[in-house]
């Protein structure tokens, strides 16, 4: 068992149960994951672990400063452990997460302290945007498409007057 959120729960008058250490376990093993993607590996292994004990323990885990969670898009959010520092970059074509230091972000966080006072945890944010490969994808489908005809007179042009 992890004897520092051992430490940190009983301090808090809470205990560490198996649910909790296989809700923790599963974050770990799972790098990035959905509170129901965690459920599906805890039920692996303990069938009657069900979704609200996974929730329930998953904002404990981040209210204790052990696991943090990003919105990598429309649906629900994503768990990883708290060192677990990164920038996600979220294609809105392909759906595709990449991963970038949070160093990307200085720039940004020394503007927002500077300018607005305003301390920026740059941790573990989703960027959103487009991949390099759809982006490469929609230059092929523009030089595929038909160019227009510029020799053609325009609506509205000088010469219909």
Request: one cysteine or more; glycine letters at 8%.
């Amino acid at each position: 068992m992890d004897s520092t959120l051992k430490g940190t729960l009983h301090r808090r008058g809470l205990r560490m149960t198996p649910q909790r250490q296989l809700v923790l376990d599963a974050v770990r093993e799972l790098g990035h994951a959905t509170p129901e993607q965690v459920c599906s590996r805890v039920q692996a292994t303990a069938p009657a672990v069900n979704i609200t004990t996974v929730y329930r323990t998953l904002d404990l885990l981040e209210e204790l400063g052990v696991v943090r969670h990003a919105h990598l898009g429309h649906g629900a959010p994503t768990y990883s452990e708290h060192q677990h520092r990164h920038v996600h970059l979220v294609c809105h074509h392909c759906g595709r997460v990449d991963e970038a230091p949070t160093e990307l972000l200085s720039d940004v966080a020394s503007r927002t302290l500077a300018d607005l006072g305003f301390h920026l945890d740059a941790t573990h944010v989703a960027l959103s945007g487009t991949c390099v490969d759809c982006a490469h994808d929609d230059e092929d489908s523009a030089d595929g498409a038909p160019e227009q005809d510029d020799t053609a007179p325009q609506e509205g042009a000088e010469g219909d007057r």
